[in-house]
């Protein structure tokens, strides 16, 4: 069948370029041009195949069989400003531009039943320094890239009322790079530093989950819709890498295994949509993200050594508003509005995460000639400063027990771009 054979295409090149970018807490919602110029509207709407990212259940809307794939490019962007016992230093991270592809499919099967399936990422970051700045011992790269894949099923009870189910298999694959300091016995003088050693880890594992989904079309005016995505937890195994330089004699850090356990939060979406004229839309909706089980992010090395980190943050929100006009039968217009509150706890703050709440407007248009459609979309994102002076994070303050320097300081001017292409079809 020749959308089976397009979507399998698609869905081999999304599997290839997982996503990572910055933001609130590391959870990802752009997975589709029209999604991203509605702010995420698409939970009370969901009436285009992108809903199974958003609200599966709405897919009971789309007759026959209907595909979709595009990609996002995100640059993130922003300073650390650290006061340090040499004064206040500056670091801006490195220019980037990281890739969150999408590809989705549903297909009718009869009046009642409907099959999905869509791949997509729920998470991802990825930030980068330069190697020899201020912060280096906590951190100086990271990379957290997640791909999801959700087949669905929802099942239309009646005319008003439709649920849906889906199991989601999801890959993560990690990347972490910071310095250790490294010293030197010197005959006659003692311990005296030496060149920092340099120490990556890498690793990756698979988690399952369910993405559950309610869409009521109330009338022909109103919608209402409720979507549960539950934790993902996996155990990331890997190798740790030791760039040796010069360290106390006898000491040594070979290359190992090493394993962790990535816990990754549920969320619960409520979008309630209102449609007064055929041309023209509304959407209001909430996004309550569990990131309290957010605990730690714990490496244990083969070796002995290990990194623990503290996080325990607390539990985030997303305000959204959009609308969508139609000036034209093929010519749509939209924009919307986005407040997620901060869930990082900045007692036990790092570099990682750079983020203490975001703020984002988004614009989309879109056109659509016979069956095809093409969507694009555009958002800013303001993100709030994290302070670091009361913070415990290894490698800022101290390196097991060694000062570095680092007295306090505080993230600025920390922003996103995020551009965003999706082609659909109906067959």
């Known amino acids: 069948m020749k959308a089976l054979r397009v979507v399998g295409l698609w869905v081999a090149l999304v599997l290839g370029m997982a996503s990572s970018a910055m933001a609130e807490g590391f959870a990802l919602t752009e997975w589709s041009a029209r999604g991203l110029g509605l702010a995420s509207g698409m939970v009370g709407r969901a009436d285009d195949v992108s809903a199974i990212a958003y609200n599966a259940a709405g897919i009971t809307q789309l007759p026959g069989v209907q595909v979709m794939g595009g990609m996002g490019l995100i640059a993130p962007m922003g300073t650390l400003s650290l006061d340090t016992v040499h004064g206040k230093q500056e670091t801006t991270t490195k220019p980037a531009v990281w890739a969150a592809p999408h590809a989705y499919a549903s297909w009718q099967l009869n009046d009642s039943l409907w099959l999905g399936l869509g791949v997509f990422s729920r998470f991802g970051l990825g930030n980068s320094y330069d190697q020899n700045w201020t912060g280096r011992y906590n951190l100086y790269s990271v990379n957290l890239q997640t791909i999801s894949a959700v087949p669905t099923l929802a099942w239309k009870i009646n005319d008003i009322l439709s649920v849906s189910a889906g199991l989601e ?27 920092d050693n340099d120490v990556q880890v890498q690793g990756s594992g698979w988690g399952v989950g369910g993405h559950f989904g309610l869409h009521a079309r109330l009338n022909d005016e109103w919608s209402i819709g409720l979507a549960y995505k539950t934790q993902v937890t996996a155990n990331v195994y890997g190798e740790a890498k030791h760039e040796q330089n010069s360290l106390l004699p006898g000491v040594s850090f070979d290359d190992c295994d090493a394993h962790g356990t990535v816990q990754l939060p549920d969320s619960l979406a409520l979008g309630v949509a209102y449609k007064p004229l055929d041309n023209l839309s509304f959407e209001v909706g909430a996004v309550w993200t569990r990131w309290s089980t957010y605990n730690s992010l714990n490496i244990y090395m083969d070796n002995g050594n290990q990194s623990i980190s503290h996080k325990n943050w607390q539990d985030g929100w997303n305000f959204n508003a959009s609308v969508e006009y139609k000036p034209l039968d093929w010519w749509s217009l939209r924009a919307g509005f986005w407040y997620e509150t901060p869930v990082v706890n900045e007692d036990h703050a790092d570099f990682m995460v750079p983020t203490n709440g975001r703020t984002a407007l988004t614009l989309g248009t879109g056109v659509e000639w016979n069956d ?11 993100i709030n400063p994290i302070s670091y002076d009361d913070t415990d994070g290894a490698g800022i303050k101290d390196f097991h027990g060694l000062p570095t320097g680092i007295t306090g300081g505080n993230s600025k001017d920390t922003v996103a771009n995020i551009y965003m292409l999706s082609f659909g079809y109906k067959f």
């Open 372 to 382: 095809f459609t093409v969507d694009f979309a555009y958002c800013h994102m303001w």
């Open 169 to 195: 298999i999801m890959n993560i694959n990690l990347t972490t790079e910071q310095k250790m300091p490294g010293f030197a016995f010197m005959p006659g003088v003692g311990l005296a530093p030496g060149v």
